[in-house]
């Protein structure tokens, strides 16, 4: 019969993180593969533990919502173009930051996280025309806080 739909057998069933551990899968009799690559609550999950994919598309995005508000704030403002970042960009980079920042083993993919925000204030001082000073100095005068 031409009607005669089968089931769609999804490619990924078990997504186990903390162990090695394997159990089947069915779905009609039929085994649903392992994969190690995925994604759950927007956080991509590749090879168990690592979230360097994850890191890097963070970064991708960041850089690309903190150009797009350089482009479209024409104001010298410093705080309206700071309150856009917040919004926007810096809520890209700090969502589910519990998951995968698990300490030292990650202190490069954090460092590339923060040099984001470094990016964006340096890029703000020279927009408002505010003196070059180090990037410590200028969280303190934008009265915001390291990632």
């Not at 039929?30 to 190690?36: F, K, L, M, V």
Request: net charge positive; hydrophobic share 35%; aromatic share 14%.
């Amino acid at each position: 019969d031409k009607w005669d739909l089968k089931p769609a057998v999804h490619k990924c069933a078990t997504m186990y993180i903390l162990n090695n551990s394997h159990q089947k899968y069915l779905r009609n009799n039929i085994e649903i593969e392992d994969c190690n690559n995925f994604k759950d609550l927007g956080i991509l999950f590749i090879d168990k533990r690592k979230f360097n994919n994850h890191i890097n598309n963070i970064c991708s995005k960041a850089y690309i919502i903190i150009n797009i508000i350089f482009r479209c704030f024409a104001t010298n403002n410093h705080s309206s173009i700071l309150k856009a970042y917040i919004t926007y960009a810096r809520q890209i980079i700090k969502y589910n930051s519990s998951i995968w920042n698990l300490g030292n083993d990650y202190k490069g993919l954090i460092n590339k996280l923060e040099y984001i925000q470094r990016y964006f204030t340096k890029r703000l001082f020279s927009r408002c025309n505010i003196p070059y000073i180090e990037y410590p100095d200028r969280l303190l005068f934008l009265n915001i806080n390291s990632l």
